[in-house]
Structure formats: structure tokens, C-alpha cells
């Protein structure tokens, strides 16, 4: 713990959007109390006071932030783990994405009134539910955009504060247990959000095809990238991974669709990392130099016909137009690790 706390800045981000809704009440379905059933077996819900739609552009923003976070660290303490080398950056799209909340926040905020009166007219008939208008300075208040940047170290304790147990050994303190605890549970949250991410690339991009375009190897590149950015959290069992990736990555042609035997070992790349359990056992084969064959990942879940390149060349959707040339792969430093794999 006390060589990954140094390397790394916590983020967290608190991001408040109004839910455009309110409670619904007996009156407005204009039913008495007597009517309702208990509220220990049931209890009204919500009516929708707002156009989703009018609050949508804040919810992109938001999910870009945490997207932002995601790429550069992993979870933890209610926020996220991010190499020092990564957070100047990291703060930097913040603050921009912080500037296009707020103004994003006043617009919605200048036209609330209107809003709401034309999603009512919008409903005829049901004007009577939605009459009750919030007032603009309480839905203000729970629309924000804020994050935290913090350093943590590893809690000191004097000899009073700890505990002796039974048997006569002194335990460290609680607090330090759970700071120690979920240092140490890093690695795991990054192969865990690494397969999360691959799976979803896997069913988007390459579950039950025989080639794939170049735009299938963007979300690749992302993982190698987080990958070599928390290398240092568990370098014995990243590392292999990430050299492996790249080397892959490196081999491919620079223009046309990924097919054939290039398809077969892109695929199971992906489909190994897509599974926590497939993702360990493809680190330990390459930690241990074992011969490795991607392609053979694929082959174990759901034989697929492998198709030549050149019968594929013609038969790209026609959206999907190849670029002209791939940029090289970045390559990104990081410290020293600490965790034994």
C-alpha cells in the first residue's frame, strides 16, 4: 500500500441532475386516502413534471466525465484511482466538461418555465397532475457539476489506538484495515472493468462475425491503454498483457478489414479478456512464456468460418469507410509496480 497510494490521485466526481419528477399525490388522481392501500404494502409513484429530452445534453455531459474517469483509473473510495502521471490531464477535460455543464444548466434553467408549461399542453387532459411546478431556485439547487482531486496516505496510528485481540496480538485499526483492504483490491477492479469493457466490445463488434472493420480496434487500444497506464499496480500480470496486445496490434495491416487468421487472433484477444477468469488465465500462460495461440480462446467457445481478406475487401457496409491510415500506437509510461501477481 504505501508504494501505490504515492503514485496515484483519487477523482471523485459529484454531479447532480434533476430528476424532472415529483411524488405523485392522492389528489392528483383524485382519490382520498381511504383509497389507497397501506403504504407499509404499497406506495404511489412519480409523475414526470419535465421533457426528458430538456435534460438529456446534462446527462451526456455526465457520462462523458465518468467515461473520462474510467479510461484514466480504476474505482476506488467512492471515486477513482489515477496515476499522477494521467491527472493533469484528466482534471484539465473535467474542468472543460464542468464549463459546458454550467452552461448547459443555465439554458435549461432560462427556458424552465416555458418547459414546463409546454410539456403540460403537451398532455391534455392531465393538466390538473401537472400543474404543480417546482420553484426554478429549488430545481437549481439540485442541478451541479463538482469534482475532487486528493492525495491519500497511509493513516499512522498511535499504539493506544490499536486493538488486542484475544490472543494477545495488536490488529491494526479498523479504518487502516478497509484503506488497506481496498489498496489491495485495485488489480482486481481493473481486470474486472477491463472484462466489462471487453465484453461489451465483444458483443458489439465481434460476437457471430467473420471480419471486422478497423473502427472494432478502437476500444482495444483503449483497454491496452488503461492497461499500461495501472500497470504498476500489478506490473508481473499486466505487463505480459500489454506487451502481448501491442505486439498484436503492431502485426495487423495498416489499411483494409480485419479477416482471416488477423480476425481469428483480434477476436480472441477481445473474447479473453472479455471474462475475469479467461482474462487471468490469459495472463498466467503469458506471464509463464507458455506458446499461446489467441485465436484458440475463440475457437473454445463457438467455432467461426474464417474468411480471406481479399473476399472481404468489397463487402464493407457502406458506412463504414476504412481511414486512410491507422496513427501508430501511443506508448505510455508508468512507475515502478508493488503488487505480486
Not at 407499509?40 to 474517469?69: Q, V, Y
Not at 488486542?164 to 474486472?192: I, K, R, Y
Amino acid at each position: 500500500m504505501s508504494a501505490v497510494l504515492p503514485a496515484v490521485v483519487c477523482v471523485c466526481l459529484d454531479i447532480r441532475i434533476w430528476s424532472g419528477q415529483k411524488k405523485l399525490s392522492p389528489s392528483d388522481l383524485q382519490l382520498s386516502e381511504s383509497d389507497l392501500p397501506p403504504q407499509e404494502i404499497a406506495t404511489l409513484g412519480s409523475k414526470r413534471l419535465c421533457d426528458p429530452n430538456a435534460l438529456s445534453t446534462l446527462h451526456r455531459i455526465e457520462n462523458r466525465a465518468r467515461d473520462c474517469c474510467s479510461k484514466a483509473g480504476v474505482k476506488f473510495l467512492n471515486g477513482f484511482a489515477v496515476p499522477k502521471s494521467k491527472a493533469p490531464e484528466l482534471l484539465n477535460q473535467l474542468a472543460e466538461l464542468q464549463k459546458d455543464f454550467q452552461q448547459e444548466k443555465e439554458g435549461f434553467l432560462s427556458l424552465y418555465e416555458e418547459t414546463i408549461r409546454a410539456w403540460a399542453a403537451a398532455h391534455p387532459g392531465w393538466e390538473h397532475i401537472l400543474r404543480t411546478v417546482i420553484p426554478k431556485g429549488v430545481v437549481e439547487s439540485k442541478i451541479g457539476f463538482d469534482f475532487q482531486a486528493f492525495t491519500v496516505s497511509e493513516p499512522i496510528f498511535r499504539n493506544e489506538d490499536a486493538e488486542e485481540g484475544s490472543d494477545g496480538q495488536v490488529a491494526s485499526a479498523p479504518s487502516s484495515n478497509g484503506l488497506l483492504e481496498a489498496t489491495h483490491e485495485l488489480p482486481a477492479t481493473l481486470f474486472a472493468e477491463i472484462s466489462q469493457d471487453a465484453r461489451a466490445s465483444w458483443q458489439r463488434s465481434f460476437e457471430g462475425k467473420a471480419f471486422v472493420t478497423r473502427k472494432a480496434l478502437r476500444p482495444l487500444k483503449t483497454l491496452l491503454t488503461k492497461l499500461e497506464l495501472m500497470m504498476f499496480l500489478a506490473p508481473q500480470g499486466i505487463e505480459p498483457i500489454a506487451q502481448r496486445i501491442r505486439q498484436r496490434l503492431a502485426s495487423l495491416p495498416k489499411k483494409g478489414p480485419i479477416a482471416g487468421n488477423d480476425y481469428a487472433i483480434v477476436a480472441g484477444i477481445v473474447y479473453a479478456l472479455s471474462d475475469v477468469e479467461r482474462l487471468k488465465t490469459y495472463a498466467g500462460l503469458l506471464q509463464n512464456g507458455l506458446p499461446l495461440d489467441e485465436a484458440a480462446f475463440l475457437r473454445s467457445q463457438d467455432p467461426q468460418p474464417v474468411v480471406e481478406a481479399a473476399a472481404v475487401e468489397t463487402e464493407l457496409p457502406p458506412n463504414e469507410a476504412e481511414p486512410e491510415e491507422e496513427p501508430e500506437l501511443a506508448t505510455v509510461s508508468h512507475t515502478t509496480g508493488w503488487f505480486g501477481w
